[in-house]
């Protein structure tokens, strides 16, 4: 924007909700957000089921604890970490420090490479224990919808925030050009060092020449002009 610095007008400006949603980083944080609540929500909810002869629940994913407790893990903080992104945009335009400008930015660029590298491991994750999962261990295949948008939702999450980075990546290059020529542009008027002489008014000027008187003629004081004579003795 115009006047500001890293996507955001000056400090102190009203907060447009309309204009806020219609950014394309908020728009993604919210369906990274979505997207999180639909991966740790199925897995809590069908991801762990039990045999009629056993009481104790296991992970649909292989029997494996661990691939259900990673799903649900990086689910709830990515839920978490939208949450405070979102929060962070909207008190974004109030920060009136560049400074404090460029780390939220370069925190928002490294959280969403975290978080994309963390999703691209879930996926891989919970797509290798579902593919391994032993038929016998779940005949009836209870909860293999909710396995199945769980591994979906993990992929397309890797995608959302692979483009949260790239967006603030964009913010911190579009900053770094604004912030650069703010703190290097000097108005030559105001540089000592350049060799132009002072700027003179009318008024100035008219003064100038009007206090301005020319020498006397060098024969004005010639003794001939003067008709002065000398005496002899």
Request: hydrophobic share 40%; proline share 4%.
């Amino acid at each position: 924007m115009e006047g500001g610095a890293y996507g955001a007008g000056k400090a102190g400006g009203a907060f447009d909700p309309q204009t806020f949603v219609r950014q394309p980083h908020t728009a993604l944080r919210l369906v990274s957000w979505v997207f999180s609540i639909v991966v740790f929500g199925c897995i809590v909810n069908e991801g762990y089921t039990n045999r009629q002869d056993e009481k104790e629940e296991h992970c649909i994913f292989n029997h494996n604890h661990n691939a259900c407790n990673y799903g649900i893990t990086v689910g709830v903080l990515a839920f978490l970490s939208c949450l405070l992104y979102l929060a962070l945009d909207v008190y974004f335009p109030q920060i009136s420090s560049v400074k404090d400008r460029k780390k939220a930015v370069l925190s928002d660029i490294g959280v969403s490479g975290l978080w994309a590298f963390l999703w691209f491991v879930g996926f891989c994750f919970l797509a290798n224990q579902w593919q391994v999962s032993k038929h016998e261990d779940n005949p009836l295949n209870e909860g293999a919808d909710a396995a199945r948008a769980a591994i979906t939702f993990s992929f397309f999450s890797i995608f959302t925030w692979v483009g949260q980075a790239f967006l603030a990546y964009q913010r911190y290059r579009l900053g770094a050009d604004s912030a650069l020529f703010s703190q290097d542009y000097t108005d030559p008027s105001q540089d000592s060092g350049m060799p132009y002489a002072p700027y003179m008014n009318e008024d100035d000027a008219t003064d100038a020449v009007g206090t301005y008187q020319q020498p006397p003629p060098a024969d004005a004081f010639d003794t001939a002009a003067q008709g002065y004579q000398t005496q002899s003795y």
